[in-house]
Structure formats: C-alpha cells, structure tokens
C-alpha cells in the first residue's frame, strides 16, 4: 500500500549531511547530564523494547484485503433524509448532521486514493496500549463535493455521508468484525467522526494467521479517516490565514484546513522518520509519557512538535533518542512562558494545536517541566522504581482524573453545539470566574459532557466576596463579566471596589460561581446544565475544632517549663516533640469529646552530657526514675498536672496529655536485643519523623495534609487494618507526595484532600511492594534513593526485611515499620490492603470519569469489610469500645452508653484499668491476642469504633504436623482411625475450639462471642 492519485507537496528538505562542531558539543553535552546512562538508560530500552509493534505479516495482509474491498465498493448515491442515514443516526447517537441542507445528497464513489497513516506507517504504535489502532486515510474524491461545502458545515455532512456509505458496505462482509461508527473522534474533534472495524478471526484464519498472530491482530483496531485533496475546497486557505475574531469560527476553519492538509501532513512526517534515525524511539517515549501522565495532547499533536523541531534544526536529525525526547519536553515546557496560546504549523495553513486550549497547554507545559526536573535529579534517578522511570515511563498506574483535578465542573448540552467548542469557551470562562483561586481550569471531553478540571489555589481560598482584584481583571471587565451582580461596595479597612457577593464561600462558593458564569455566558445553557463533583470528606472525619494549634499551643508551654526546671542538676538540652495530636493527623482529634479516651503526644528531653551517669542498667533506670520524680515536682509547682513513674512523667496542659522522657542513648547498649528497637524508635526515630513532617504540615486539622493523613488512617481502619499500621507509617505514605511534588500530576504538592487521597489509594493498590523499597526524602541528601537501592540489593533474602519497605534517612530498610513491632503489615495484610485500595480507587475514579452519572457517596468508600473475609469474629462489648463515636456510622450506634456505660469497670486485668490517657482497652485486647496467638491467627480491627475484631488462621499452623515443644499450645494429638496402621511418631493439629476458648476468657468481660465461621 502507497500513495495514490495525490499531488507532489513542496517541502522543507533535510539534510543527513555532517553535523556543524558547535551541534556535535550540544549534543554530547545533553547526554552527558545523566539521562544517557546508568538504571534509567536500562529501563528506557527496556520501555521501548515492550512499546514497539510487533511485525505482524498476516495483519498487513488484511489491510490489503481491506483497500482492495473499498476500492470495489459501488457509486451511489446517498440521501441525507434517507433511510441508510437514519437507520445510522439511531444507531450510534454520538452521530449528526449540522449543516442547514436538510435535502443533502452524496454522490458516493471509490475514494480516489488510500494511505496508510498514522503511528504503523511511522514506526511508533504504541503496542502496551489496551487497544493499539492503525490509521488508514481514504481520499474523498472531488466529485462527492462542491465548492461551497466550506459553508456552514456542508463538508462535515458529506463527510459523514461518505463514513455512511463505507459503513453499509463493510458492515455486510463476514471479513469485519465490530464495525462502529462515530465511537471515535480524529484527534477529539467532534466534527470528524471515525470509522473503526478489527480483522475477524476467521479472515485472519483464512490469510493462515499463526494462533499467535492471531492473538496479537486480535488486539489491533483499524480507524478509517476520510480527507480531501488540498484543491478541493480553496475558500478555506484564504479564510485560515486570517486571525478568527470569534473562537467557534477559528477553530471552524482550522477543523476544515486541517482535513484539507492530512495528506501534505503525513508526507512529510513519513520524510522526517525516513532522516531521523531516533524519531521513531524518541516519539514512543513521548507517547508513554503522555500516557502515563493522562494528558489531552493527542499523540499527532507530540507528533508534530518533534517533527517541526528536527525541521527547524533545533534538533539535528542525527541527534540521539534521549536528546530528541529531552528536546521536545524542553519545547513543551515552554509553553507556560508564552503568555497565550501557542501554535504549531506543518504547513502553513494548518495549526496543528488548534484543538488544544490555552489552559491545556498550560497542563501540559507544567508536566514537561517537572519531567524534566526528575530527569535532571540524581537523586530520583537513581530510584529504582519511584523516580524518573515511574514517573515518565511506568505503563502502571495512569494517573487518573481523580489524582490530577481537586474538582470536577459538568456541563450538559442537549442541542448539537460543537463539543470542542464549548469545552474551550468554558473553561475560559471558569477560569475568569474563580481568578487567584484556581490555579488551572482544564477541559475534557467525556462521553457526551464536558468536564472542567479545577486545579485550586491552596493559599486563595475562595470566598463569599469575590473584587475584581481577586479576579485578575479591571472594574470594567469585572462589570462586563457579572452583569448587575456587580457592584461597588465599601470594606472595613476602607476600600470601594467593585465585587460579587455570593450565598456561602469556600467549595459551595466555587460551586455557584462556576453555575452563574457558565449559565451568563454560554448561550442555551442555565445553571441547571452545570454540575459539580466534588468529595465532601466533613461528613466522614470528626469535627476537630483546630485542636491540633491549642495542642501545639500546649506543648509549647510545656516545652518552656521543662527548659527552666528547678532542682535538676543538668541542663536541658533539647526538647523534642511526636504525637499525632500536635501534627493534626488524628482520626480522633485532640478537643474534648464524648468519648472518655485521650491519647498521648511524646516529649523526648535531653540533658547535657555527663560522665557521672551510672555504668549498668539498673543504675541508669533507678537514675532516670529519680529524674522524673523532681521533674514531675517541678511542673507541678509550676502549676501543671503531673504525675511521675519509673519510666515518665504525665502531665496535663490544658486537657491534652503528655508523657515526658528522657533521652539518654548509652542505655541502649545495656538493653536486651528485643527493647533496643523500641528504645532507638520512641527516643530518636519517632521525634525525627515527627519534625519532618512538621515541614508539610499546615496550619490545622483542615490542611490537605492532615486532612489526607486523617482519611488514610480512617480508611485502612474502617476495614480492620488499622491495627497493623502505626500513625507515623501512614503518615509518612501520605508525605511522599508532599516531599516529592516532581513525581505528581502537573509537579506540584496535591492541592486538596481528594487529589492525595487518591494518590494515596493508588500508591497502597499499585506500589511494587515486593520488589523495591518505597524512599520517601525528608532532608537534603540526595543519595538516600542509591542507599537505599544498595541496602535492599544486599540483603540476604527479602525475608529478611519489613513487606513494605518504607526508606527513610537513618532507616534505608525500613526496620523501624516491622511486623515485629507491629508498626508495618506483614504479607497477608499487604497483599488484602491492596485489593482493596484497588477496590476503592476505581470507585473513586468512576466518581469522576463517569461525569456525574454515577455520583460517590465517599462514605462507601470506608464501610467495613465483609464479615466472610475473617474465620471468626470477636464481639466487643459496645459500652466499652471508647473510639465507638468515631465511626464511620457513629450516628447509628448507641452513643449514650459511651457517657453512661463502665468504660472499663468490667475488665479484669488491672493494667487495662486506666482507660482515659493512653490506653484503649479494645486496642490492648489486640495486642494481647497478638502476642499470644500471633504464631497461629492474624488479626484485624477497626481502631476507630470497630465493635469486632476480624481472625483468620494461619494455614501453615493449624495443619497437622509432628510434636514439638513449639507446637503443644492450643494443639490436641491425631489418632489413627479404626483399621489404619501408625508409626511411633506422634502428630498434632491445632485445636480451634480451645483456641477460642482461649480468646473468649482473655477478652473478659469486653467480649460479649466469637462467632466461628463454619
């Protein structure tokens, strides 16, 4: 297959002559900054190695079948208003006619030439995809038109006659399979319907297709794309190259110049790939980028930008696949300087981005950039699976509308307005109505809709009274804007300006105005027509009351009384902090509440050296045991609370609880191996983290951060792992992406709750757990990420590690988080924690991209797991569960008891008595049933108002093996039945029912039954 029956186009030429000294420099110096070499030039040859299409024999000769069936089909003619357009208008709903010739007739013939287009003529499909798709362009012939077809889309009708005719006559033949029409649009173009059909197996059986071949051309789509020849409708060049005063005409004419061009365009894209060695390489690498970050850019817009740079030498055409990509990133990265909307032309009467908005390229361009960031960081470089290559090339996750939009703004038309324009015309207009605090209102074509991505501006907040200064406008267009909503109106500190008053602010207000604006300026639309997705997580969280600023307020005060205490014989020289209350990441929250439990923050004092401290354990405790005793005299002539013991002091500030300290590292060398851990992790680990975060933190419960930490904890407790996770895990999980904004959507830090959220259920769903660590940087080393790839590379077996590494600077391994401390998930739990983080991302995903139709109820989102999933259930006594108002159905549990009820009277074990500060009886329960029953059951609960706590048994544990000391408890011995022989060895298989007679007596009176699953 060729070109047939087209005219010779005039062309830039390119030269493969030598490359100039000065080119040469360039280009060994851009392949020198690192992206040439080293884990990340492996992986990009792996990338392309799985992108590249396979050479497929038996498909080529359908494509032949194909052109030879479409050359032969019959001249006819084909009425608008007859019956083969109707029956095609009902069938496919996306179809229609827009022209004023209702009377319309197509004098159908043969198509004058065929080509094969698009990425399998150029080298560069894109094989990972779920459905590659090969282009093959028909030449309309000049006789199916008419000069005046420029005219209030005629050409678009007959062009949709034409696609009607191929369809009737493919539809019919037995060699097609899946034969639709208008279930695609060219490049997103609403005016430019395609015809899509895939090879039937039985034609792919008679070319004598191998079953691998068949299996791979079973995943090949075929999109027909009709054109014209460039002479075919003249009026269009003149008209295109003059600047369109309106935004529906401009992107009119440039939809026609553009069908006009196709062939032109294609020529010369076939003639760059046949001079540029790397241009088909670079160009698939682009392609997986653009995937992977889901941007609007269509392939043949990356196609042209690489081509026009290799055009205009900006890239010589011998220049390498990393350059040629790198080029092209840095092109795009360009856009966000330009002040306005950029512009590309193959040829000169054709702007091949015209279908991009500015706002688009803005998305674009802010993901070039952080590209480019990543490629340029050593340090993300050198990260096995969470820097560059993750970032730019990984086939898995996409990042979905979720994680790239805070908001989602829906319009709905009825009538048979352009798509493409109204999608640009809105977002503009949105983007005018917010002002300062949206920071980018990107358009999407969903299905029939149009969805409005919103990228809010966190330090702007939108609120109830929006001025003209908000809005980055004049009074004049701020006036022409709002209409008689506007006026001037006089503020406290004495300004007039002019200002919009809305009914409420933050998201309610964004809401309003996005309906207003769209409703005033979008003719045929109401307020009616717009809606809104938005997730509003205050019906799922605890009220707070900004309890983490009173707490930190608190802290501080303590903080200052034990820098000048009285009576201690050492200075203080430093005063650390780690608690969840302080940071504003409680589920909970810190004020006061119906519930009777309070947590506790840490604070870690540190004296200054001394030689005179004791040289054996018992001495250094009976020596620290003496400091918290005139510690706790010393606050508590202050006027604080506190209380010492041999291990702390309690205090309470202002109804929050803390337990102070001491740091004394020496003591660590004469602790047993089994409390050292907990020792390094309480005195030194827990409070670095504790800073660290301190640095991503905002300013109460209310901040993205927080906000997001509190959901995550909630959500893996809701469905009983909140046991397995300690608060500093999730927290640090969700400060990844604070820490690393390069690695997220646009490159910036997410900028609401949602956009975390969902890219924290999509980093517990899709993270490769198994074989790479997760490194989360919090200071300024930039070789943590090739520590931590050493340390994991070294060690023995992976069982000699946590399951979720998370590498942390001072902890590349990640031991601090262990199963063995019960501050990480051990293999079962992470292996459930993903399917359902899986789970639970795709219900948020369809949130957004069903636009609307299928709304989130988020608290769907946090029910708790079926009651099948566990081998039996423990029932806790309700009036003695103190976190029961936290849960996620809190207004449908007997919440007076909580106020009534013993809370603890009933519990036998003394050290589960006090139930007020720091310790939670269900939790304790937990961690006793771990500790004794852990080698043969997992256990799960929910932390937070949980009432049951999940069990599953270990299959290696309960089977039936030989007698061992280790396997005596709750174990009973096999007897050989009636008529079978034995040996003198004796076996044991675990015995359930003593096991849960077991639990049953521990629990006590908090446990009410254990139901066993049969």
């Known amino acids: 297959m060729g070109y047939r029956g087209q005219p010779a186009a005039k062309r830039p030429r390119i030269s493969r002559g030598e490359a100039s000294a000065m080119e040469v420099l360039k280009i060994r110096e851009k392949e020198s900054e690192g992206f040439g070499g080293g884990m990340l030039s492996v992986q990009i ?239 698939l690498l682009l392609k997986r980028w653009r995937e992977r970050r889901n941007l609007s850019i269509t392939p043949f817009m990356l196609t042209a930008c690489l081509a026009k740079l290799i055009l205009d030498r900006v890239v010589p055409p011998m220049a390498s696949v990393q350059h040629m990509f790198l080029a092209c990133l840095q092109y795009l990265s360009t856009w966000r300087m330009s002040g306005g909307k950029s512009s590309l032309h193959l040829t000169e009467t054709c702007d091949v981005l015209w279908l991009l908005s500015q706002a688009e390229q803005l998305e674009v361009s802010m993901d070039a950039t952080a590209a480019l960031r990543v490629i340029e960081s050593s340090s993300t470089n050198s990260d096995l699976l969470g820097g560059a290559y993750a970032c730019l090339f990984a086939t898995s996750p996409t990042f979905s509308l979720s994680e790239r939009f805070d908001v989602m703004v829906i ?8 798509l493409n324009y109204l999608s640009h015309w809105c977002s503009e207009i949105v983007g005018k109505a917010l002002g300062k605090a949206c920071d980018l209102a990107s358009p999407r074509i969903l299905s029939d809709v149009v969805g409005i991505g919103l990228l809010l501006n966190p330090e702007h907040q939108f609120g109830r009274v929006l001025t003209a200064e908000d809005s980055d406008m004049d009074r004049d267009s701020f006036r022409a804007f709002w209409g008689s909503r506007s006026g001037l109106r006089r503020f406290k500190d004495g300004r007039i300006v002019e200002s919009v008053i809305w009914t409420k602010g933050g998201m309610e207000g964004v809401r309003e105005a996005c309906e207003v604006a769209i409703g005033s300026h979008v003719d045929g639309l109401d307020r009616e027509s717009v809606g809104f997705i938005h997730h509003d997580w205050s019906t799922i969280l605890p009220q707070t009351n900004s309890a983490s600023i009173t707490a930190r307020r608190a802290a501080e005060r303590l903080g200052n009384a034990l820098r000048s205490l009285d009576g201690i014989p050492l200075d203080v020289a430093e005063v650390a902090f780690a608690g969840e209350i302080m940071l504003g990441t409680s589920v909970l929250g810190g004020g006061l509440r119906e519930t009777r439990y309070r947590p506790v923050s840490n604070l870690i004092l540190s004296f200054e050296t001394s030689p005179e401290w004791p040289k054996n354990l018992e001495g250094i405790r009976a020596s620290m045991a003496a400091f918290y005793v005139a510690i706790s005299k010393s606050l508590m002539k202050g006027g604080f609370d506190a209380v010492s013991t041999k291990t702390h002091v309690e205090v309470e500030v202002d109804g929050f609880f803390f337990r102070v300290m001491l740091r004394y590292d020496t003591i660590v060398a004469f602790l047993p191996e089994e409390l050292r851990e907990t020792q390094i992790w309480t005195t030194v680990r827990q409070p670095r983290l504790h800073n660290a975060l301190r640095r991503v933190c905002g300013e109460d419960e209310s901040a993205a951060f927080q906000e997001t930490c509190r959901l995550a904890k909630l959500w893996l407790s809701s469905h009983w792992m909140g046991n397995h996770f300690c608060d500093e895990l999730v927290e640090m999980l969700v400060a990844r992406f604070f820490f690393s904004p390069d690695s997220q959507p646009l490159g910036r830090i997410p900028g609401s709750t949602s956009t975390a959220f969902a890219a924290f259920l999509s980093l517990l769903a899709n993270f490769p757990w198994e074989v790479a660590p ?143 500060v720091g310790v939670n009886p269900t939790d304790e329960l937990v961690r006793r049933l771990e500790s004794l029953f852990g080698h043969v059951a997992v256990f799960f609960h929910n932390k937070n108002g949980g009432t049951q706590v999940g069990v599953v048994w270990r299959p290696r544990s309960i089977r039936s093996r030989k007698l061992t000391l280790y396997g005596l408890p709750f174990s009973q011995p096999v007897f050989p039945e009636e008529g079978q022989e034995s040996d003198r060895t004796t076996e044991i298989v675990f015995d359930k029912k003593y096991a849960i007679y077991a639990m049953r007596k521990l629990g006590g009176d908090l446990v009410t039954e254990i139901d066993v699953r049969v």
């Open 45 to 283: 040859d792996s990338v392309l190695e799985s992108a590249r299409a396979p050479k497929l024999k038996a498909f080529e000769s359908g494509l032949k079948l194909l052109n030879e069936e479409i050359e032969e089909s019959k001249a006819r003619s084909i009425k608008r208003d007859g019956k083969i357009a109707k029956r095609m208008l009902a069938k496919f709903p996306t179809l229609r006619f827009r022209s004023d010739r209702s009377n319309m007739v197509l004098n159908y013939k043969p198509p004058s030439g065929t080509i094969l287009a698009g990425s399998y003529l150029l080298g560069t499909l894109l094989w990972s995809t779920e459905m590659p798709s090969v282009d093959l362009c028909v030449i309309i012939p000049k006789e199916c038109t008419e000069r005046t077809d420029y005219k209030n889309y005629r050409y678009f009708d007959r062009r949709l006659l034409y696609l009607v005719g191929l369809f009737s006559d493919l539809s019919k033949s037995s060699r097609w399979t899946n034969v639709e029409l208008g279930k695609e649009f060219l490049g997103g173009d609403r005016l430019k319907p395609l015809l899509t059909l895939q090879l039937s197996s039985s034609s792919l059986q008679a070319i004598g297709a191998s079953e691998a071949d068949l299996k791979e051309c079973n995943r090949l789509k075929i999109r027909i794309i009709p054109g014209i020849e460039n002479d075919a409708l003249r009026e269009v060049s003149k008209r295109v190259s003059l600047l369109g005063t309106e935004l529906a005409e401009e992107m009119y004419w440039n939809s026609l110049a553009s069908e006009m061009q196709i062939v032109a365009m294609l020529k010369l894209l076939n003639e760059v790939k046949t001079k540029a060695a790397g241009f088909s390489d670079a160009l």
């Open 411 to 418: 319009v709905k038309t009825a009538n048979s307005v352009n």
């Open 774 to 916: 997760l490194v989360v940087v919090f200071d300024d080393d930039d070789t943590i990420h090739e520590k931590a790839e050493k340390a994991f590379r070294s060690l023995p077996s992976r069982s000699s590690a946590p399951p979720m590494i998370v590498s942390t600077p001072g902890d590349l391994l990640g031991k601090s988080f262990s199963p063995a401390y019960k501050r990480g998930p051990e293999r079962v739990v992470l292996k459930r924690m993903a399917a359902v983080a899986s789970a639970a991302l795709g219900s948020f995903m369809n949130g957004f991209d069903s636009a609307g139709d299928e709304p989130l109820n988020p608290k769907t989102l946090f029910r708790e797991s079926s009651k099948t999933r566990f081998d039996a259930q423990i029932m806790l006594r309700e009036e003695c569960v103190p976190s029961l108002s936290a849960g996620i159905d809190s207004k449908n549990r007997q919440r007076r008891v909580l106020r009534n009820g013993p809370l603890g009277s009933r519990v036998p074990s003394p050290s589960l008595l006090n139930v007020l």
